[in-house]
């Protein structure tokens, strides 16, 4: 029997940026959902419930930005993983939710991919502590 595939969902304004990590991710062998918005991606979280991870860009159209959505994941649904991207210097890494990992922009897939890999490990790790 075949292991159910780790979902990701990729939230990124930008369609090339946004197909050049799914592609990524789906050769890693995750499946992955996308959102264009931060206002897309809670669409998407409030319909499913089997989302491991969100990759997250910072800046987004729309009165949210990724930093907004990492701290909702976060305080809503803590067994998702979370990794929160940005080409922006200025980026306050105490802004982001504590579990939350940060890769900055422009970033190589292989890392991206071996950042959600490390998002989830760390969050089944956590999960398995709570339980025990």
Do not use: W
């Not at 992955?32 to 319909?47: D, F, H, R």
Request: aromatic share 4%; hydrophobic share 50%; glycine share 6%.
């Amino acid at each position: 029997m075949q292991k159910p595939s780790r979902i990701v969902l990729v939230v990124e304004d930008e369609p090339l940026i946004r197909l050049f990590l799914a592609d990524a991710l789906e050769d890693a062998g995750f499946a992955v959902l996308e959102a264009g918005s931060v206002l897309e991606a809670v669409g998407i979280l409030g319909l499913r419930t089997d989302v491991d991870a969100i990759f997250t860009d910072v800046d987004m159209p729309g009165g949210l930005n990724g930093i907004d959505l990492a701290r909702m994941v976060a305080s809503v649904s803590p067994h998702i993983g979370i990794v929160v991207t940005s080409g922006r210097a200025d980026i306050d890494r105490s802004d982001l939710p504590a579990k939350a990992s940060f890769l900055p922009k422009p970033y190589n897939t292989i890392v991206a991919v071996a950042t959600v890999e490390n998002v989830i490990q760390h969050n089944n790790e956590a999960i398995a502590r709570t339980a025990s």
